[in-house]
C-alpha cells in the first residue's frame, strides 16, 4: 500500500489584475538554502489497521539502524539513493532540499538498507535476537506532487515486506513446557543467491533460555502443503521441547501438519502454528490473523495490542483481545512486546467490555484473571470488564 504524505504547497505570489489589489499579493517564500530532509517512522502492524508510532510505544527502531532512501525529485526522472541513520526518534541523511522550488515527486524508504546482511540476503539461523531482527525488511513508499522543503520531520510508515511466523505449545500435555529450539525445514525456497529453489533450514527465536513464543520470520510466498499423494499429515521440522531451567527432561519431537494444509504466507501478515505435543511428536496447526483453534482442548492467545492515548498517556483498551493480551504481557514477553516495557504502563478500559462463558470457563488459561488483578492499580474504569452475569473481572 502506498503511504500517500500530503503537504500544503509553498504559496506563490500572484501578481493582482489591477494595480489597487498590488499591496495585498502574497511575495514568494523561499527556503531556507540546504534544508535538510528528515524523517519520524512509524511501523504499521502486520495485518492490522493501527499504527504504532514512537510515541505510543514502537522501540523496532534502535540508534544506529540504517535506511537507504530512494528519492526522485521533479528535476529528474531516475531516483537517487540517501543514507539516512536512525537516533533518538528519527532518521537523518544526506538529502538537502535547493532553494529552486524543487519537490520531491517520489520517495522509497527500505530497512535494512541496501548492501547490508538482512537486505543482501534471507537470514536463515534467527536464533540469535540480532539475526531474528535483521531478517525482517521493512519498506515505506510515498507518491506525492509535492513533498517541498520543511524543517519538521516527515511521518514515514514502514510496513513488513515479509511474515511472521509464531510457533505456541499448547493442549494438555504442553504444561509446564517451553520451546528451546525449533528447525523448521522447507522445499522449495529461493534465497535470492542465484542458485534457484531448494530445501531449506530456517531456526526460529527461542529468547535465550527457551520460550513459550517462537518466532521466525519468512519471506512471503513460502507454501505449505497440500500434500495429495495420501492421507495423514507430512513433516514440517524439529523441534526440542523442555521445562524452564531443566534440561533433564529435554526432548526433541518432530513436526507434522495435515497433508490438506494449504496456505501460502502473504506479506505483511502474522500466522500463528499450534504445536499439540502428542507424544514425542508435535502436530502442527497453521492459523492466520488470530488464534482460533479447531477443538476446545488447545487454548490460543490473541493478540492485539493497545494503543496511547496522547493525551492522557494512558492505553486504551477496548477489546477483549486486547485485554487478554494485556494479562499475559503484564505476566511474561509476548509475540517479540517485551514484558519490561509494559510493566511500569498505565491502562484505561474506555468502553464496556463482556468476557464471554467460554473464555471465563478457560479461566488463567486463556484471560490472565490472576495477573489483572494483581495489577489492578495499573488500571482506570475497570468497572467496565464484566462477565456475561454481569459481575466484575477484576472483582468488587
Not at 189 to 216: H, I, P, Q, T
Not at 297 to 326: C, M, R, W
Request: charged share 20%.
Amino acid at each position: 500500500m502506498k503511504i500517500r504524505l500530503l503537504y500544503a504547497l509553498l504559496v506563490l505570489g500572484v501578481a493582482a489584475s489591477f494595480s489597487s489589489c498590488r499591496d495585498n499579493a502574497v511575495e514568494p517564500i523561499e527556503p531556507a538554502e540546504g534544508q535538510q530532509l528528515t524523517f519520524l517512522p512509524s511501523v504499521k502492524n502486520m495485518n492490522e489497521e493501527v499504527i504504532h508510532t514512537r510515541a505510543t510505544g514502537n522501540v523496532f527502531f534502535e540508534n544506529g539502524d540504517e535506511i537507504t532512501v530512494k528519492i526522485t525529485t521533479s528535476r529528474g526522472v531516475t531516483p537517487q539513493n540517501y543514507a539516512y541513520t536512525y537516533a533518538d526518534g528519527t532518521f537523518t541523511g544526506n538529502f538537502f532540499f535547493t532553494p529552486d522550488q524543487t519537490y520531491i515527486t517520489q520517495l522509497e524508504a527500505l530497512w535494512p538498507a541496501e548492501g547490508s546482511q538482512g537486505r543482501a540476503q534471507i537470514i536463515t539461523d534467527q536464533r540469535k535476537y540480532d539475526d531474528y531482527k535483521q531478517a525482517n525488511r521493512l519498506r515505506a513508499t510515498g507518491s506525492t506532487e509535492n513533498i517541498m522543503p520543511t524543517t519538521a520531520p516527515l511521518p514515514l510508515v514502514f510496513e513488513h515486506e515479509q511474515s511472521r511466523i509464531t510457533f505456541r505449545l499448547a493442549g494438555q500435555n504442553a504444561n509446564g513446557l517451553i520451546i528451546k529450539s525449533l528447525l523448521l525445514e522447507l522445499e522449495n525456497v529461493d534465497l535470492g543467491d542465484g542458485k534457484g529453489s531448494r530445501g531449506v533450514g530456517f531456526w526460529a527465536y527461542c529468547e535465550d533460555k527457551g520460550a513459550l513464543n517462537a518466532k521466525m520470520i519468512l519471506p512471503a510466498g513460502i507454501q505449505f502443503g497440500p500434500n495429495k499423494n495420501n492421507d495423514g499429515r507430512m513433516k514440517i521440522g524439529l523441534v526440542t521441547v523442555g521445562t524452564a531451567g531443566n534440561s533433564a527432561n529435554d526432548y526433541r519431537g518432530i513436526m507434522y501438519i495435515p497433508n490438506r494444509t494449504n496456505i501460502t504466507l502473504k506479506a505483511n501478515h502474522d500466522y500463528l502454528v499450534t504445536l499439540t505435543p502428542e507424544g514425542y511428536d508435535l502436530m502442527a496447526t497453521v492459523t492466520i490473523s488470530g488464534f482460533p483453534q479447531p477443538d476446545g482442548n488447545h487454548v490460543g492467545v490473541p493478540f492485539q495490542l493497545p494503543v496511547q492515548n496522547t493525551k492522557t498517556e494512558e492505553y486504551d483498551i477496548s477489546t477483549v483481545a486486547q485485554l487478554v493480551t494485556i494479562s499475559w504481557l503484564l505476566n511474561d514477553d509476548l509475540n517479540g512486546e517485551r514484558q519490561a516495557d509494559w510493566i511500569d504502563r498505565k491502562f484505561n478500559i474506555v468502553s464496556p467490555i463482556v468476557v464471554s462463558d467460554k473464555i471465563r470457563a478457560e479461566g488463567d488459561r486463556y484471560l490472565n484473571v490472576a495477573m489483572l488483578k494483581s495489577n489492578e492499580g495499573k488500571f482506570s474504569n475497570t468497572d467496565n470488564a464484566t462477565y456475561s452475569d454481569k459481575s466484575k473481572v477484576f472483582g468488587d
